[in-house]
């Protein structure tokens, strides 16, 4: 079965940046598009980010010019740069994928902003 493995979340200061990681386990075939969620305490899981297999992006409209979303096929992993962070942009990040048997999500990342 094909698994997500997310990397890269932790502590950053308000304008810092991070980037996440998610690799899945699979072949080139085994996910098409990806993207990113997060969930913060008490709300709901809200996209961030998308990337078809095909390189087309589609971002949330509170990230926009402040985080990408890139993917090397090559290597199965899809990353999310952010930059300029918020403390709003703290909450806990998946990694989602789909795949030919259905959605699958990653475990998730913890990304906190703050002085």
């Known amino acids: 079965q094909v698994q997500l493995v997310e990397s890269g979340g932790g502590l950053a200061q308000p304008g810092g940046s991070l980037r996440l990681s998610c690799a899945h386990n699979?072949?080139?075939?085994?996910?098409?598009?990806m993207g990113w969620y997060r969930q913060a305490p008490g709300k709901q899981r809200d996209m961030v980010a998308t990337?078809?297999?095909?390189?087309?992006?589609n971002y949330a409209d509170s990230v926009k010019g402040r985080f990408t979303i890139s993917r090397d096929i090559a290597k199965n992993t899809v990353y999310l740069q952010m930059m300029n962070l918020k403390p709003e942009d703290t909450a806990v990040y998946f990694c989602?994928?789909?795949?030919?048997?259905?959605?699958?999500w990653g475990q998730g990342t913890q990304v906190t902003v703050s002085s």
């Open positions: 990337i078809t297999s095909g390189g087309i992006t």
């Open positions: 989602r994928g789909a795949a030919p048997t259905g959605i699958i």
């Open positions: 699979g072949n080139r075939y085994s996910v098409n598009a």
